[in-house]
Each structure stands twice: as structure tokens, then as C-alpha cells.
């Protein structure tokens, strides 16, 4: 019998598609399912459903709701974390409204940007502490990461702490099934490879039955009526060759060409949605309020599996039946134009043994570019948050693709020290 710890639980609609898939997967249905979260009001809504979905599939699993976090991670042989520090209130607004006092507007903020620097560093020594108490508790267990900024928070623990884990995203699996159906292609029967880093992966091949989708692909993205919401990724391909995982309103942030102030004919010409998380953080709250009982109350309520990685990866581990995944890992050697500290994400082989990252080699040479202006954020940010010295914050910000295409040094430095002082104790003491 597996113990499956989540972390995060309070995530209540998340927990449903993870944890309810672990509970149809026959390999998983037995297992002690242990719930944790500091929202406890959260966490007993997410106890209660799940024992419905459970009992309405056989009641096979046991579930527990802890309010000690090292109780619910005793003994585990996975742990599973979707925590959100700090929520829309008040760390998002912060990350969103500090910077638009210096014209900086963000789309998303939670990868990338000024937004994705805070959050992971409020975000990477919740996880560190997380990982400390698994190497106590359950130092065998693997540890798999739903949270952003998933290559910051990722590459972190990977490299800091001796707890085996993988970064999970679900833009590896809707990648080319969702461009092909925007273009008004059949998506069945199609082979594909996608390597890269998180939100920035690249769909290096596309085929069926041997034939290469791509030049239709870009013919047929050319002739699409606009507007759409696919634009950036369509331009992106268009001027590099390569289609890339995550959507239009993530890739506007990650690249300077996108957002300018100096130009805001560019948003309506790409349909750039600013100022879309809080959006949808809001809609997300006023939502809640009327699905809550619905979800948590029906006693009726059922599941159905799916595409989310997780149960397939434990039900690999478990059954030794292989299974193929793209997993956050570290770089070691599998990209060999990206440096070697790098969270990369790439195609991965999971059995008993665990998961297997596979080599890939160079990306092409405009693609590499690409994912290093990112990688650079990731690595300056995650040295300010193990050093907590302030000077790699600066850095990691100044070397930003859009926050350094839009604010002059002496701009990012303040906006840097803004951020901080409106974190308060979300942020530990920096130097």
C-alpha cells in the first residue's frame, strides 16, 4: 500500500484530478491518500470530497487530512506539491501592482518576469523546508512538483536537497493535439518530440505516419483568421522555426518583443491579455463560491481520469510498466547547448526503478538562445534565494528579457527594492 502525500491540498479542484486519478488507477486504489495545507477550512473541503470520489469508487483508499506537516509526510513513498505561497492576497496583486508604478505590465508573472522572480523567491525556501523534513521522514520518497515557477522551484530542490524529484507541467501532453485542432488538423495517430525548459519547450518534431506536419502546420498558421489566441506562438514559429509548449500569454512575458510601452499597437496586433492571472484568480474566487457545494458536498460525486501526469508516473513506479513523460530534471548532459545547472525539460522514462531522463543533444542554435535568456533568471534567481544576498535579485532582474527591454538599471534596482519592502515577512531577510 503506497502512501501518496499532497501538499497543497487545499488546492481543492487540483486535488480532485491528481488525487482522483490515483484512486480509478487499480495499481493506486489502496492506497493511504495523507492531505496537508495551512488553510485548514480549505483542507477539510478537499478531505470531504475525496472521500466521496472514494467511496463512490470502491472505497478502496484511506484518507486523512493532517494539520502537522512532518505527520503527513512520514512514511510517504510520494509526495505531491501544489502549494501556492503567499495566494492572490496579498503576493500576486504585489507582484502586479508594484511594477505597473514603473510601466512595467505583465500577462501571467508566475514563470518568468518580475512576477516569477518574487514568487519564486518567497516560493523556494517553503519547498526547501519541505524537503528537509522528507529527508527526516521519507528520504526515499520522490517528490513531484506541480509548483511555479516550476524550473526556479524545481531546479532548487534538485540541486540543494538529496530528495529525488521531478518537475510536472501538463503544456508537454496539450502541445501538439492543441495546435493541430487551432489549425483544423486531425490530431490522431501523431508522433512528436518536445525538449526545452518549463513553458519554453520546443515541439522539435511532428509527424504522422512518418511525414512531417510542419510545413502544412505554417502554411495553415499563416492563412488562420486573426484574432486568436495563438498569435505570439504563431509569430515565434515564424521567426524561429519551432512551435514552443506553453500559450501566447506566457510566451508574451518570456521574450522583449511582445510588451513594450513604446509600442502598444503590439498588444491588440497580438491579442496579449494583461493583467490575465489576477483575472483569473478573481474569477477563480467568485467561482469557488458557487461550485463549493457542488464539489464538496455531493455525496454522489465520481471522476474521471485525467491527462495529468502524476498517477501514470506512480502507477509506473509501482507496476514496473514503462511509461513516458516530459519531466523537469536537471541538466546532466541531456541538452548539450544548455549549461549543466539548468532545469530542462525533457522526455522521460518512468518504471520501478523511477524516472529515466532521455538525451537529446543540441537543441537548434536559435532555440538554445532563446531558452538561455531564460535560464539565466532561473539561476540568478535561485542563487539570491539560497545566498539571500540582494545583489542576484538585481541581477536575476536586469537580465530579465522583458523587465530589461522596458526599465533602466537604476529602475530595476528600485523596482527590486519595492517588491521587497511590500513582501514583508512573505520574503526571509536579504543582504
Not at 112 to 125: D, K, S, V, Y
Request: with cysteine; net charge negative.
Amino acid at each position: 500500500m503506497a502512501k501518496i502525500t499532497f501538499m497543497g491540498a487545499g488546492s481543492t479542484v487540483f486535488a480532485k484530478n491528481v488525487l482522483g486519478d490515483c484512486i480509478l488507477t487499480p495499481a493506486l486504489q489502496d492506497s493511504h491518500i495523507a492531505l496537508y495545507d495551512i488553510d485548514l477550512e480549505r483542507l477539510k473541503d478537499s478531505e470531504n470530497m475525496l472521500k466521496n470520489i472514494n467511496q463512490n469508487h470502491g472505497n478502496y483508499a484511506t484518507i486523512e487530512a493532517y494539520t502537522d506537516r512532518r505527520k503527513a509526510l512520514e512514511g510517504a513513498d510520494y509526495v505531491i506539491n501544489a502549494i501556492q505561497v503567499g495566494g492572490y492576497e496579498p503576493c500576486t496583486v504585489i507582484d502586479f501592482e508594484v511594477p505597473k508604478k514603473y510601466g512595467l505590465r505583465q500577462t501571467i508573472g508566475d514563470t518568468l518576469g518580475i512576477g516569477g522572480i518574487f514568487r519564486a523567491l518567497r516560493t523556494i525556501p517553503v519547498l526547501l523546508d519541505f524537503a528537509r523534513d522528507m529527508e527526516d521522514v521519507c528520504p526515499d520518497a520522490w517528490l513531484l512538483n506541480y509548483t511555479n515557477p516550476m524550473a526556479m522551484v524545481t531546479g532548487a530542490v534538485q540541486r540543494f536537497t538529496d530528495i529525488k524529484t521531478v518537475g510536472l507541467c501538463h503544456s508537454v501532453q496539450v502541445c501538439a493535439p492543441g495546435l493541430l485542432q487551432g489549425l483544423g488538423m486531425d490530431d490522431k495517430n501523431v508522433q512528436w518530440k518536445i525538449a526545452g525548459i518549463n513553458h519554453m519547450a520546443w515541439l522539435l518534431e511532428i509527424t504522422h505516419d512518418g511525414k512531417d506536419l510542419y510545413p502544412e502546420i505554417k502554411e495553415r498558421a499563416l492563412k488562420r483568421e486573426t484574432p486568436h489566441n495563438d498569435m505570439v506562438r504563431y509569430e515565434i514559429m515564424k521567426q524561429f522555426g519551432y512551435y514552443v509548449t506553453e500559450s501566447s500569454e506566457h510566451n508574451a512575458e518570456y521574450m522583449p518583443y511582445f510588451i513594450k510601452g513604446k509600442y502598444p499597437e503590439l498588444i491588440e496586433k497580438f491579442n496579449i491579455p494583461l493583467d490575465e492571472y489576477p483575472r483569473r484568480c478573481i474569477k477563480q474566487i467568485e467561482d469557488w463560491k458557487h461550485m463549493r457545494d457542488d464539489l464538496v458536498n455531493d455525496k454522489q460525486l465520481t471522476h474521471n481520469r485525467t491527462h495529468e501526469y502524476a498517477s501514470y508516473i506512480l502507477e509506473a513506479m509501482e507496476t514496473n510498466i514503462p511509461y513516458k513523460i516530459g519531466g523537469n530534471v536537471i541538466n546532466t548532459g541531456l541538452i548539450t547547448n544548455l549549461p549543466k545547472e539548468a532545469c530542462v525539460e525533457v522526455p522521460c522514462l518512468v518504471d520501478k526503478s523511477g524516472i529515466i531522463p532521455c538525451y537529446v543533444g543540441d537543441l537548434p542554435v536559435q532555440l538554445a538562445a532563446l531558452n538561455r535568456t531564460n535560464i539565466n533568471v532561473h539561476l540568478l534567481t535561485i542563487e539570491a534565494a539560497i545566498t539571500r544576498k540582494k545583489e542576484y535579485i538585481y541581477q536575476a532582474a536586469m537580465l530579465d528579457p522583458h523587465t530589461a527591454s522596458e526599465l533602466s538599471i537604476d529602475d530595476i534596482r528600485s523596482l527590486c527594492d519595492d517588491l521587497i519592502d511590500a513582501h514583508g515577512d512573505w520574503l526571509p531577510e536579504y543582504k
